[in-house]
């Protein structure tokens, strides 16, 4: 007689076990700026300067005091300073002809913008508007003070993060390592594509799409990804390849096999060659999730199906690996937006419907919500995290999730 099933676990607290066990690499390395895209900063960076550097103009105009000035008053052009030169102190009575960009001379408290001025010949100038003191002028450390942290450790940096490291001056960057992925799937019925023509393939064959998916995935959070390709289903395979992977990598990613059927060989084998001790999550789709060790390598087993392993990587994998990076921020918050459709039969799972976002600004939801579809991860731009139990009518508040946040 079969022993009981344990219960499913719920998805929130699945995934603070599984961050539990994500310690952080240890291991640093030091990369161009150029390179910094999506790399996790391993050390504060803090800045040697003021961003501006020195009091600078934010209109091409004149620079001027604005006790001195009224409206229709003429001055004499004492200078002219375009970006990258030095300012001479301005002279009483005077103004000086400004560029965008260029330092603010000493005694100048205001500038006035082009358009706000005519020439009256001779080098004169013709104010017609009068500034307020300090407009127009960007402040030295307006943006960046001298001694503050600009990018924190545990920031995974953007394009403008990079910028911002450049601007104070920083042509390298101390990251995190990447971490190293071993990657297969099991399954005797898959092939690849280009191996077989559709018009050749046999029975109960289909195409191994997880094995693109999930590789551009890993990629993109910055992992070193070691594709050991398709394991027969069988147990001797599939034992040797977690051994060989668990030696050299710091996660092993499979896909297949973490079910209950006599040819899912995955979870014994973990077991025999290590611990597994998380698996069967309450989320739909994606229920068959398994984690593990097997000596010092993280071990998951992502589901067959492709839209459940889709998305289970991006729900539990991926925080897994930023923080493993050192991360700060593992998940994107999710946001409110108003369901422009009915789902009257809720699952006793929490579930992740794949919808975009209609012109409307609401959310219109993908007919076919299979996990075998992944159709509706391509024509979604969201998912709906969806309480276990929740009917949703037409204009039902909704928690979404943009894939754009998901996907970087």
């Known amino acids: 007689m079969n022993a009981?099933?344990?219960?499913?676990?719920?998805?929130?607290?699945?995934l603070a076990e599984l961050l539990a066990h994500a310690e952080p690499l240890s291991q640093t390395e030091a990369i161009s700026t150029f390179e910094g895209d999506s790399r996790v900063l391993a050390q504060d960076l803090v800045s040697a300067l003021q961003v501006p550097p020195q009091d600078n103009s934010s209109m091409d105009g004149y620079a001027v005091r604005t006790g001195e000035i009224t409206e229709g008053a003429t001055l004499p052009v004492s200078q002219r300073i375009p970006a990258g030169s030095a300012a001479q102190p301005l002279r009483s009575g005077t103004a000086a002809r400004i560029f965008t960009g260029a330092p603010v001379p000493e005694g100048a408290d205001a500038i006035v913008m082009q358009e706000d001025t005519e020439s009256a010949g001779d080098d004169r100038?013709?104010?017609?508007?009068?500034?307020?003191?300090?407009?127009?002028?960007?402040a030295s450390g307006e943006d960046v003070t001298r001694?503050?942290?600009?990018?924190?450790?545990?920031?995974?940096?953007?394009?403008?993060?990079l910028g911002l490291a450049a601007s104070i001056g920083m042509d390298t960057l101390t990251v995190t390592r990447r971490p190293r992925v071993a990657l297969f799937s099991t399954g005797d019925e898959l092939v690849m594509p280009?191996?077989?023509?559709?018009?050749?393939?046999?029975?109960?064959?289909?195409?191994?799409?997880?094995?693109?998916?999930?590789?551009?995935?890993?990629r993109r959070l910055e992992c070193e990804v070691s594709d050991y390709g398709?394991?027969?289903?069988?147990?001797?395979?599939?034992?040797k390849a977690l051994e060989h992977a668990s030696r050299e990598h710091d996660l092993i990613l499979t896909s297949g096999g973490v079910s209950v059927g006599e040819e899912d060989h995955i979870k014994p084998a973990v077991q025999q060659l290590g611990s597994l001790d998380l698996w069967q999550i309450a989320m739909k789709p994606g229920k068959p999730f398994a984690y593990g060790r097997i000596e010092a390598a993280h071990f998951m087993g992502l589901p067959g199906n492709p839209v459940s392993s889709f998305v289970t990587f991006l729900v539990l994998v991926r925080p897994f690996?930023?923080?493993l990076q050192g991360a700060t921020k593992l998940a994107p918050a999710p946001m409110e937006l108003v369901a422009h459709f009915d789902l009257?039969?809720?699952?006793?799972?929490?579930?992740?419907?794949?919808?975009r976002r209609d012109a409307q600004g609401g959310l219109e939801l993908f007919a076919n919500q299979s996990s075998g579809v992944l159709t509706s991860m391509v024509w979604a731009d969201g998912l709906v995290d969806n309480p276990?139990?929740?009917?949703?009518?037409?204009?039902?508040?909704?928690?979404?999730i943009p894939l754009a946040e998901l996907l970087g």
């Open 125 to 138: 100038v013709r104010i017609l508007r009068v500034p307020e003191r300090g407009q127009w002028i960007r």
């Open 147 to 161: 001694g503050s942290v600009v990018l924190a450790k545990g920031e995974r940096l953007g394009a403008a993060g």
């Open 388 to 400: 276990a139990g929740r009917a949703i009518a037409r204009g039902d508040k909704v928690s979404f």
């Open 230 to 239: 398709i394991v027969p289903d069988n147990r001797d395979a599939t034992l």
């Open 344 to 355: 009257p039969r809720p699952d006793r799972r929490r579930e992740f419907l794949r919808v």
């Open 321 to 323: 690996l930023l923080k």
């Open 194 to 218: 280009g191996e077989v023509a559709p018009a050749d393939m046999k029975p109960g064959v289909i195409y191994n799409s997880n094995r693109f998916f999930l590789s551009e995935l890993l």
């Open 4 to 14: 009981p099933r344990a219960p499913l676990r719920e998805l929130d607290q699945a």
